[in-house]
């Protein structure tokens, strides 16, 4: 029987030639020669053998190779491909195959993706600045302007600083309150770095970018997306170096805006990094997208001197983002005419006008400006100058190689004048005080000093180069120069925009002090020379200077097109084949020409177990005798909420319902499922629901859901199932006896980590019928394959989901979201007493209802009330008082607009409470009413049930509950005096 080398395939003929699984060859493979240090003599005289016999290498035993195919540098095989994933991510990873894979090759829809929310991410950015930075006549909470001068402290202060000063904007100082960091005790403004309390004049920060929870929701949205595809596309990618600078982009835009912004104040220095990071970002994606949408390779990445220009670049846009976060600034506007400004000035000597800062300066008004290019950034520019200094030498060292010592002292020449006019530059920025770009005059003669050394570095080492032969023109020569000199360019600057006059100093120590300045660095420039040209040298040479460079021509006769220099690395390569001939080009080619028996595959690979397992057709389940009029009767709900939960579940769905905590998810799941299960007969007659509830926690896990291995009683083990293989043998088991499905209710689904818990679930779902929720080993027998008729419904709060895990795309795909909102206004307030009864009753607290109580059902208005009273029980009234002051208070109006806007509003206006809410405070206010009297049960019921759910508003949406619990209770009822020391106090919590 002979076994594949390949597969290990056992085939049953023995003069079999190639394997019937893969088609290998089954005589031509041979286990691997290992060499030895020192071989046999066997072996010794085997070679022999051969070399006397005169075999031709055709006629050897060893295989010929397999046929390379062209574009195998482009689609590697993916290592996802070759792990083993968890199967709920099969599914997955094969959807993204479809999407990003065309017949096996990477498309450009990977890389289309990520650059696509590289764009979404920087207008992101861009909008979140604009949202921050307030404009000129934006009027802050109390009413006042970005010039409007406030008083701080013994001082008083323009927020936008005074015109034409450059000064950046002050904006806790314009409004107090707008960024009110409750974190940060006994500090209680972010600005305030010193921690005096107070905002002082140098504390200038602009406006801090802070993400709301929306914004952090979707920025979340959109780096998951980003970081799918990258990781996707990575693994297709040949060579990972031009991934390497996409994932540093994204790390560092990320942690900037969605996890810095989401937790803290982001200010413009960081913000202006995080903007950097997302302009390179967009670059470094649109290489690989235009690579594939040109049908190019994504073998050779752009080298490092491309990433640093793009950063350059990068940062010197950046420079205007924080131009703009810094401000806005003061300005003026309308010149005077000259005869104008003199009446001014007479009216001001004559004590019949004032004068302001702008008529001050000869101009009418003042008026704000959101970018303001007189600002100092000099430190940004700095970091420009330096990226484009080190990318100089980057391409300094790969291009240029030193042949011998008078070539080393021209770069060393060129190198120092460089440098000296860089650290000139660096040194008065990094010195100056307000970042401003300026020169002095020694600074403007030692740039001189530097420029023309730099020169006769260049001249000279241009007159040695052209002297020899098959050396390039003086064109070649001219573009380095160019080069050169765009630095000196950049380094000097700040000596154009500083608008300083040049003058020789008249006093004689500054003239000592300015000659001995230049005659120490001319004798440094020297020493360098001198020096540091030996050490140039020894570094050409470890570059090897033989190797042609940019300024040499290629072999025979360069480049295709007679352009000079290697242009590319196929330009290389070709010259290379060209030089080395056919020797050392190899085909490969296969040797057998027969296709896999795809029987004896599938044989192969399915076991007894797999073929016993049987999977029958569904039921049909009795959707339609759903009653949303028995439904109502006992929860508050519209019809078209019901009838969307029965369509998605007649569809095939798992259902997520959504709300606001106490709108009756789980309320509605039980009075649903109990129409559609049915009830259970116990042998002692009682009844039981046919489904199952529990509550997720953090803790779950795969042993939660699906099951694992327990010990048992008796030191042995067994498999345990977890709830929802449980849930799934139950509604088999229901199918069979009953013909009505089992169902699952998995109450605060988003308290478990989900990807962790329910993994393995999402391909079960999609694949009921194909993969098994439980195996043969799980089971002991068959493999268990989910009911078809089965259905998962879970229920998750909104108002807590920034805190618990978040639902991914793959959950999502396979449950249908229904928003459970409020019910409607008039049926929730007329059946109230009904619900509030219902569950007085379940607790023990009220007895039967009286034949004479009056009744009422769906869209009928409550009898009771029209006498006053809450219900039949109400002999008093008093409980219906409570009620009405409840439901006032409670009322949802019209939100405002903005956020300066304080009026008396209800608390559905910013917190859309359920109605389980309101009937645990009126089954409280019954119990207490008859000890604290009406007002005071109230009052405390409010506090107890209705405050907590309040926290996390802002401090203007407290103070409308404030103003409104004014008008429902007074001023001196206990819920007003709460709600007033919340609105008062710095972390606006409910709970001190």
Same mark, same amino acid.
């Given at each position: 029987?002979?076994?594949?080398?390949?597969?290990?395939?056992?085939?049953?003929?023995?003069?079999?030639?190639?394997?019937?699984?893969?088609?290998?060859?089954?005589?031509?493979?041979?286990?691997?020669?290992?060499?030895?240090?020192?071989?046999?003599?066997?072996?010794?005289?085997?070679?022999?053998?051969?070399?006397?016999?005169?075999?031709?290498?055709?006629?050897?035993?060893?295989?010929?190779?397999?046929?390379?195919?062209?574009?195998?540098?482009?689609?590697?095989?993916?290592?996802?491909?070759?792990?083993?994933?968890?199967?709920?991510?099969?599914?997955?990873?094969?959807?993204?195959?479809?999407?990003?894979?065309?017949?096996?090759?990477?498309?450009?829809?990977?890389?289309?993706?990520?650059?696509?929310?590289?764009?979404?991410?920087?207008?992101?950015?861009?909008?979140?600045?604009?949202?921050?930075?307030?404009?000129?006549?934006?009027?802050?909470?109390?009413?006042?302007?970005?010039?409007?001068?406030?008083?701080?402290?013994?001082?008083?202060?323009?927020?936008?600083?005074?015109?034409?000063?450059?000064?950046?904007?002050?904006?806790?100082?314009?409004?107090?309150?707008?960024?009110?960091?409750?974190?940060?005790?006994?500090?209680?403004?972010?600005?305030?770095?010193?921690?005096?309390?107070?905002?002082?004049?140098?504390?200038?920060?602009?406006?801090?970018?802070?993400?709301?929870?929306?914004?952090?929701?979707?920025?979340?949205?959109?780096?998951?997306?980003?970081?799918?595809?990258?990781?996707?596309?990575?693994?297709?990618?040949?060579?990972?170096?031009?991934?390497?600078?996409?994932?540093?982009?994204?790390?560092?835009?990320?942690?900037?805006?969605?996890?810095?912004?989401?937790?803290?104040?982001?200010?413009?220095?960081?913000?202006?990094?995080?903007?950097?990071?997302?302009?390179?970002?967009?670059?470094?994606?649109?290489?690989?997208?235009?690579?594939?949408?040109?049908?190019?390779?994504?073998?050779?990445?752009?080298?490092?001197?491309?990433?640093?220009?793009?950063?350059?670049?990068?940062?010197?846009?950046?420079?205007?983002?924080?131009?703009?976060?810094?401000?806005?600034?003061?300005?003026?506007?309308?010149?005077?005419?000259?005869?104008?400004?003199?009446?001014?000035?007479?009216?001001?000597?004559?004590?019949?006008?004032?004068?302001?800062?702008?008529?001050?300066?000869?101009?009418?008004?003042?008026?704000?400006?959101?970018?303001?290019?007189?600002?100092?950034?000099?430190?940004?520019?700095?970091?420009?100058?330096?990226?484009?200094?080190?990318?100089?030498?980057?391409?300094?060292?790969?291009?240029?190689?030193?042949?011998?010592?008078?070539?080393?002292?021209?770069?060393?020449?060129?190198?120092?004048?460089?440098?000296?006019?860089?650290?000139?530059?660096?040194?008065?920025?990094?010195? $100056?005080?307000? /970042?401003?770009?300026?020169? =002095? +005059?020694?600074?403007?003669?030692?740039?001189?000093? #530097? @420029?023309?050394?730099? %020169?006769?570095?260049?001249?000279?080492?241009?007159?040695?180069?052209?002297?020899?032969?098959?050396?390039?023109?003086?064109?070649?020569?001219?573009?380095?120069?160019?080069?050169?000199?765009?630095?000196?360019?950049?380094?000097?600057?700040?000596?154009?925009?500083?608008?300083?006059?040049?003058?020789?100093?008249?006093?004689?120590?500054?003239?000592?002090?300015?000659?001995?300045?230049?005659?120490?660095?001319?004798?440094?420039?020297?020493?360098?020379?001198?020096?540091?040209?030996?050490?140039?040298?020894?570094?050409?040479?470890?570059?090897?200077?033989?190797?042609?460079?940019?300024?040499?021509? $290629?072999?025979? /006769?360069?480049?295709?097109? =007679? +352009?000079?220099?290697?242009?590319?690395?196929?330009? #290389? @390569?070709?010259?290379? %084949?060209?030089?080395?001939?056919?020797?050392?080009?190899?085909?490969?080619?296969?040797?057998?020409?027969?296709?896999?028996?795809?029987?004896?595959?599938?044989?192969?690979?399915?076991?007894?177990?797999?073929?016993?397992?049987?999977?029958?057709?569904?039921?049909?389940?009795?959707?339609?005798?759903?009653?949303?009029?028995?439904?109502?009767?006992?929860?508050?709900?519209?019809?078209?909420?019901?009838?969307?939960?029965?369509?998605?579940?007649?569809?095939?769905?798992?259902?997520?319902?959504?709300?606001?905590?106490?709108?009756?998810?789980?309320?509605?799941?039980?009075?649903?499922?109990?129409?559609?299960?049915?009830?259970?007969?116990?042998?002692?007659?009682?009844?039981?629901?046919?489904?199952?509830?529990?509550?997720?926690?953090?803790?779950?896990?795969?042993?939660?859901?699906?099951?694992?291995?327990?010990?048992?009683?008796?030191?042995?083990?067994?498999?345990?199932?977890?709830?929802?293989?449980?849930?799934?043998?139950?509604?088999?088991?229901?199918?069979?006896?009953?013909?009505?499905?089992?169902?699952?209710?998995?109450?605060?689904?988003?308290?478990?980590?989900?990807?962790?818990?329910?993994?393995?679930?999402?391909?079960?779902?999609?694949?009921?019928?194909?993969?098994?929720?439980?195996?043969?080993?799980?089971?002991?027998?068959?493999?268990?394959?989910?009911?078809?008729?089965?259905?998962?419904?879970?229920?998750?709060?909104?108002?807590?989901?920034?805190?618990?895990?978040?639902?991914?795309?793959?959950?999502?795909?396979?449950?249908?979201?229904?928003?459970?909102?409020?019910?409607?206004?008039?049926?929730?307030?007329?059946?109230?007493?009904?619900?509030?009864?219902?569950?007085?009753?379940?607790?023990?607290?009220?007895?039967?209802?009286?034949?004479?109580?009056?009744?009422?059902?769906?869209?009928?208005?409550?009898?009771?009330?029209?006498?006053?009273?809450?219900?039949?029980?109400?002999?008093?009234?008093?409980?219906?008082?409570?009620?009405?002051?409840?439901?006032?208070?409670?009322?949802?109006?019209?939100?405002?607009?903005?956020?300066?806007?304080?009026?008396?509003?209800?608390?559905?206006?910013?917190?859309?409470?359920?109605?389980?809410?309101?009937?645990?405070?009126?089954?409280?206010?019954?119990?207490?009413?008859?000890?604290?009297?009406?007002?005071?049960?109230?009052?405390?019921?409010?506090?107890?049930?209705?405050?907590?759910?309040?926290?996390?508003?802002?401090?203007?949406?407290?103070?409308?509950?404030?103003?409104?619990?004014?008008?429902?209770?007074?001023?001196?009822?206990?819920?007003?005096?709460?709600?007033?020391?919340?609105?008062?106090?710095?972390?606006?919590?409910?709970?001190?």
């Amino acid at each position: 029987m002979a076994v594949c080398p390949v597969c290990s395939f056992e085939e049953e003929d023995a003069n079999a030639v190639v394997c019937s699984v893969c088609g290998s060859d089954l005589d031509a493979v041979k286990p691997p020669v290992v060499d030895s240090v020192e071989s046999s003599p066997a072996a010794d005289q085997t070679e022999e053998t051969a070399s006397a016999g005169g075999e031709s290498d055709e006629s050897s035993d060893e295989p010929e190779s397999p046929p390379v195919d062209d574009d195998t540098i482009d689609k590697p095989v993916s290592w996802l491909k070759q792990v083993t994933l968890p199967e709920a991510l099969t599914g997955f990873r094969d959807r993204l195959d479809e999407l990003f894979l065309d017949d096996g090759k990477l498309n450009y829809k990977a890389p289309a993706i990520m650059f696509a929310v590289s764009i979404v991410l920087l207008f992101s950015v861009i909008g979140l600045a604009v949202a921050t930075v307030p404009g000129g006549d934006q009027q802050s909470i109390d009413g006042y302007y970005p010039l409007n001068p406030q008083g701080t402290g013994n001082q008083t202060l323009r927020p936008t600083g005074e015109p034409f000063s450059g000064d950046t904007f002050n904006c806790e100082l314009w409004d107090m309150e707008l960024f009110d960091d409750p974190n940060t005790s006994p500090v209680e403004h972010p600005t305030d770095k010193n921690g005096n309390g107070e905002i002082d004049e140098e504390e200038r920060f602009g406006c801090p970018i802070r993400n709301s929870y929306q914004v952090t929701a979707f920025l979340i949205l959109l780096n998951i997306i980003f970081l799918v595809s990258t990781v996707y596309l990575s693994n297709y990618v040949p060579n990972k170096a031009i991934m390497n600078p996409i994932y540093l982009l994204w790390l560092a835009q990320f942690g900037i805006f969605t996890l810095h912004g989401a937790v803290g104040f982001v200010f413009a220095p960081e913000a202006t990094a995080g903007a950097v990071a997302v302009l390179g970002l967009v670059v470094a994606t649109s290489i690989p997208l235009f690579r594939l949408a040109l049908k190019r390779g994504l073998s050779n990445p752009p080298g490092k001197l491309f990433y640093i220009l793009v950063l350059v670049a990068a940062v010197l846009l950046a420079s205007l983002f924080n131009n703009f976060l810094l401000g806005p600034y003061a300005s003026c506007t309308d010149e005077y005419a000259t005869k104008d400004y003199q009446e001014l000035v007479q009216q001001v000597a004559d004590g019949n006008a004032e004068m302001s800062t702008c008529q001050g300066l000869g101009y009418r008004n003042i008026s704000s400006i959101p970018l303001d290019f007189t600002q100092g950034a000099g430190q940004i520019y700095w970091v420009a100058a330096t990226l484009l200094l080190l990318g100089a030498g980057m391409w300094g060292k790969d291009n240029v190689r030193i042949r011998d010592l008078d070539e080393a002292r021209f770069i060393t020449m060129i190198v120092s004048g460089l440098i000296l006019q860089y650290l000139i530059l660096a040194f008065n920025i990094l010195t $100056s005080e307000d /970042g401003s770009l300026s020169l =002095g +005059e020694e600074d403007a003669i030692l740039s001189v000093m #530097a @420029m023309g050394v730099s %020169l006769m570095g260049i001249y000279s080492f241009y007159g040695k180069r052209s002297g020899e032969g098959g050396s390039v023109g003086l064109a070649y020569f001219g573009i380095f120069a160019a080069g050169i000199f765009a630095l000196f360019a950049l380094f000097l600057a700040p000596v154009a925009l500083s608008g300083r006059e040049f003058v020789w100093p008249t006093d004689q120590g500054e003239q000592v002090t300015l000659a001995t300045t230049l005659v120490v660095t001319l004798l440094g420039l020297w020493l360098s020379v001198k020096f540091a040209s030996v050490k140039m040298r020894e570094f050409g040479a470890g570059l090897g200077s033989d190797v042609p460079d940019s300024f040499t021509p $290629s072999p025979a /006769g360069g480049a295709p097109g =007679g +352009e000079p220099g290697w242009k590319s690395v196929e330009d #290389a @390569m070709e010259y290379i %084949l060209e030089q080395a001939g056919d020797e050392y080009q190899i085909e490969l080619s296969h040797t057998a020409e027969q296709s896999p028996d795809y029987e004896i595959v599938e044989k192969a690979m399915m076991s007894d177990a797999d073929r016993s397992a049987s999977i029958r057709q569904a039921i049909e389940v009795d959707f339609d005798s759903v009653s949303y009029e028995r439904i109502s009767e006992f929860y508050s709900t519209s019809r078209d909420t019901v009838d969307e939960v029965i369509t998605q579940l007649k569809s095939g769905r798992n259902i997520m319902l959504y709300g606001e905590p106490g709108t009756g998810k789980t309320a509605l799941s039980n009075l649903l499922l109990n129409e559609i299960c049915g009830e259970i007969e116990q042998p002692n007659g009682d009844r039981i629901p046919n489904y199952s509830i529990v509550t997720a926690n953090a803790e779950w896990s795969n042993f939660d859901v699906i099951g694992g291995i327990s010990p048992d009683d008796k030191g042995g083990y067994y498999f345990k199932e977890g709830c929802v293989a449980e849930a799934a043998q139950f509604c088999e088991r229901s199918i069979q006896e009953r013909n009505r499905p089992h169902y699952l209710v998995i109450d605060e689904f988003n308290r478990a980590n989900i990807d962790e818990a329910f993994g393995k679930l999402f391909t079960v779902f999609e694949y009921r019928d194909k993969q098994p929720l439980l195996t043969n080993k799980e089971t002991g027998a068959a493999p268990f394959f989910m009911p078809p008729e089965f259905r998962v419904i879970g229920t998750m709060n909104t108002q807590d989901k920034n805190t618990l895990f978040n639902v991914g795309m793959a959950l999502m795909r396979r449950f249908a979201f229904i928003e459970i909102d409020l019910p409607d206004r008039d049926d929730e307030y007329n059946r109230m007493p009904i619900f509030c009864y219902s569950k007085l009753k379940k607790h023990g607290s009220m007895g039967e209802r009286p034949p004479d109580a009056l009744e009422w059902g769906l869209g009928a208005k409550c009898p009771y009330f029209a006498q006053g009273k809450f219900d039949y029980y109400d002999e008093s009234g008093d409980i219906f008082k409570a009620y009405q002051k409840l439901m006032d208070f409670l009322d949802e109006q019209e939100a405002p607009t903005t956020r300066g806007v304080e009026e008396p509003l209800g608390v559905r206006t910013f917190r859309k409470l359920g109605p389980a809410l309101i009937i645990d405070s009126m089954v409280t206010v019954v119990n207490s009413i008859e000890k604290a009297g009406w007002e005071k049960a109230v009052n405390k019921v409010v506090l107890s049930n209705i405050l907590p759910s309040l926290e996390g508003l802002e401090r203007n949406e407290i103070r409308c509950l404030a103003l409104k619990a004014t008008q429902v209770f007074g001023t001196q009822a206990p819920v007003t005096q709460n709600l007033e020391r919340i609105a008062e106090s710095p972390g606006l919590s409910v709970f001190g």
